[in-house]
C-alpha cells in the first residue's frame, strides 16, 4: 500500500490545484509512513537489538536516521502548501531506498532472529499503530 501511495506522489505531483489538497496528500503519506516507522522502531528493533551482534547497532541505528530524515523531509514539504508534492518527491525517493533495504535486509535478518511466535505477537501489537488520526495530528 505505502509504494502506491509513492507512485502517486511521484506520478501525480503537478496535478493538484486546490489549495490544500497537496499539503493534505503530503501529510496523509507521511501519517502512514510515521504509522510504520513507529512499528519498527517500537517493537520490531527492540526485539532484534538483543539478538544481533556487533553489526546490529549500526544496521537499526541506519534505519532510525532514514526514518527521522523521511519524517523530516515530509514536515518541510508539508510547511510548502501549494509546492509539497513537489518537495515530498526528495521523501519518496529516500522512502523507496529505505523500503528496498528493508526488504532486502532488515526483514530477512528480523525472519531469522525472531521466532514465529514473537513474530505474530509483534503483528498483533503493530495493529494498534494504524490509527491514522494519531498521525495526522502528528504532522500538523
Do not use: W
Request: charged share 35%; aromatic share 6%.
Amino acid at each position: 500500500m505505502l509504494l502506491r501511495v509513492l507512485d502517486l506522489i511521484e506520478n501525480h505531483a503537478n496535478t493538484f490545484t486546490a489549495a490544500n489538497a497537496e499539503s493534505d496528500y503530503c501529510r496523509m503519506e507521511a501519517g502512514l509512513l510515521l504509522s510504520h516507522t513507529d512499528i519498527e522502531d517500537e517493537l520490531l528493533f527492540p526485539a532484534m537489538e538483543p539478538l544481533m551482534k556487533e553489526y546490529g547497532p549500526l544496521v537499526i541505528n541506519e534505519h532510525r536516521a532514514e526514518h527521522r530524515e523521511i519524517a523530516r523531509l515530509f514536515r518541510k514539504a508539508i510547511d510548502l502548501g501549494k509546492n509539497s508534492l513537489m518537495m515530498s518527491v526528495e521523501a519518496v525517493a529516500l522512502a523507496r531506498k529505505h523500503f528496498d533495504r528493508e526488504e532486502k535486509i532488515l526483514f530477512p535478518l528480523a525472519e531469522k532472529l525472531l521466532s514465529q511466535t514473537i513474530r505474530e505477537e509483534l503483528g498483533r501489537k503493530a495493529l494498534k499503530y494504524r490509527d491514522m488520526k494519531k498521525y495526522l495530528e502528528r504532522m500538523g
